[in-house]
């Protein structure tokens, strides 16, 4: 069983839609990351965060640690968007949800 | 600019024919580790290295081997690989050890093992 589920797996949004993704996990973590991996393949890192929000341009990533649960948002979606969005939570070690499959139509 | 590379992108190979893929950073970092992601499985970790001479094996660390004689590089070899370490194998470096830090991945290797 993976300790980090993020849902949905697929998501499908219009252009200038608001989109939410979501990490769940059940361990107790120090830190959380929010990872993005385009068509090509190649991981970035967007977020990493223990508490409260954080903002970067278009993109808001929050944490609810008691709840043990994470968003992120994508304001003002753009075809640009489209990627793969990964979850990873840092307990001594690093583990990663499966990923969402994010695609933005014009 | 601050990267990790790894080479080669693609490879291609057969059942048996040991090969290394090479992962270098240039940011000073103790602490790379080495991916596979298979469909559905997500990132799953093989090595890892805390510093110069001092590795230790992830999840996943049958079939491969790793080593780390310089700061900058953490090469992964497969000795005698087989098709089912057919993958996309991602190298990443960060300050500190367990995602306590910003990761930095390379761009990725696709191989294929026939």
């Known amino acids: 069983k993976n300790e980090v589920e993020q849902s949905p797996q697929n998501l499908t949004a219009q252009e200038g839609e608001f989109i939410t993704i979501n990490c769940s996990y059940s361990?107790?973590?120090?830190?959380l990351h929010w990872l993005q991996q385009h068509p090509g393949g190649g991981i970035v890192s967007l977020f990493m965060l223990s508490s409260g929000k954080k903002k970067h341009g278009r993109l808001i990533a929050t944490i609810n640690i008691q709840e043990k649960h994470s968003s992120l948002h994508i304001t003002a979606s753009h075809p640009r968007d489209s990627a793969v969005y990964i979850c990873a939570v840092s307990w001594g070690k690093l583990q990663f949800g499966a990923g969402t499959q994010v695609v933005v139509t014009p | 600019e601050a990267q990790v590379t790894q080479n080669p992108r693609y490879l291609i190979t057969v059942t048996g024919k040991k090969l290394t893929v090479t992962c270098s950073q240039n940011?000073?970092?103790?602490?790379m580790s080495w991916y596979r992601q298979d469909p559905g499985l997500g990132l799953r970790q093989i090595y890892y290295?805390?510093?110069?001479?001092?590795?230790d094996k992830g999840d996943v660390p049958e079939g491969y081997k790793v080593s780390r004689k310089e700061k900058r590089n953490f090469p992964l070899i497969l000795e005698s690989p087989s098709p089912n370490q057919t993958s996309l194998y991602f190298c990443?470096?960060?300050?500190?050890?367990?995602?306590?830090?910003?990761?930095?991945f390379g761009p990725g290797t696709r191989l294929t093992v026939l």
């Open positions: 290295s805390m510093n110069v001479e001092v590795t």
């Open positions: 361990v107790g973590i120090s830190a």
């Open positions: 990443a470096s960060s300050l500190r050890a367990g995602g306590r830090s910003e990761q930095f």
């Open positions: 940011m000073n970092h103790e602490y």
